[in-house]
T-cell receptor, first 112, second 108 residues
Framework: DSGVTQTPKHLITATGQRVTLRCSPR?????VYWYQQSLDQGLQFLIQ???????AKGNILERFSAQQFPDLHSELNLSSLELGDSALYFC???????????FGPGTRLTVL | GIQVEQSPPDLILQEGANSTLRCNFS?????LQWFHQNPWGQLINLFY???GTKQNGRLSATTVATERYSLLYISSSQTTDSGVYFC??????????FGQGTTLQVKP
């Protein structure tokens, strides 16, 4: 158990819908990261937050957005969902933002 | 950006055998991690090893930062070692760049 929690574990929805994925970092970690794992793209970095502020951005689509709240949990919002958004979404956390990242169990999103 | 290449892409072993997985990266990095993704999809931290050698039970890893490669050694493999092994690197940006992984199957 990494100490990073993600909910829900599985999500099945339809094209055009909007979903929210939630992540709670390890106790004491200030930085949260989101990654997407798909069959064709592999594991890709989406976005990083550090203590509530966006710190780094990867190839995150405009339909996707994220935020980190004062209690340090984070949410990833995916809207206007397409079939190609089906993937495993991981959240990770680290204490300083450039050290070991610990990954949560992931949320498996299926868009039908 | 930094390129990460892992080899071999696939590996089949008999239980009890040893193996070496390799990760090459194209630029200097300040973070390198090895992960094991189990059949249930969980990504498990194995090592944080930007340089040097570390050991944890039957697993060990060595990173030669000056030559831009890292090796993961698995000794006396067990069926529970099956899964995908990822190497990921980071260079002062916070974002981990993952290789494509090595899929390991350990047969009883």
């Amino acid at each position: 158990d990494s100490g990073v929690t993600q909910t829900p574990k599985h999500l099945i929805t339809a094209t055009g819908q909007r979903v929210t994925l939630r992540c709670s970092p390890r106790s004491g970690d200030l930085s949260v990261y989101w990654y997407q794992q798909s069959l064709d793209q592999g594991l890709q970095f989406l976005i990083q937050y550090y203590n509530g502020e966006e710190r780094a951005k990867g190839n995150i689509l405009e339909r996707f957005s994220a935020q980190q709240f004062p209690d340090l949990h984070s949410e990833l919002n995916l809207s206007s969902l397409e079939l190609g958004d089906s993937a495993l979404y991981f959240c990770a956390s680290s204490s300083t933002g450039t050290d070991t990242q610990y990954f949560g169990p992931g949320t498996r999103l299926t868009v039908l | 950006g930094i390129q990460v290449e892992q080899s071999p892409p696939d590996l089949i072993l008999q239980e009890g055998a040893n193996s070496t997985l390799r990760c090459n990266f194209s630029d200097s990095v300040n973070n390198l991690q090895w992960f094991h993704q189990n059949p249930w999809g969980q990504l498990i931290n194995l090592f944080y090893i930007p340089s040097g050698t570390k050991q944890n039970g039957r697993l060990s890893a060595t990173t030669v930062a000056t030559e831009r490669y890292s090796l993961l050694y698995i000794s006396s493999s067990q069926t529970t070692d099956s899964g995908v092994y990822f190497c990921a690197v980071e260079r002062n940006t916070g974002k981990l760049i993952f290789g494509q992984g090595t899929t390991l199957q350990v047969k009883p």
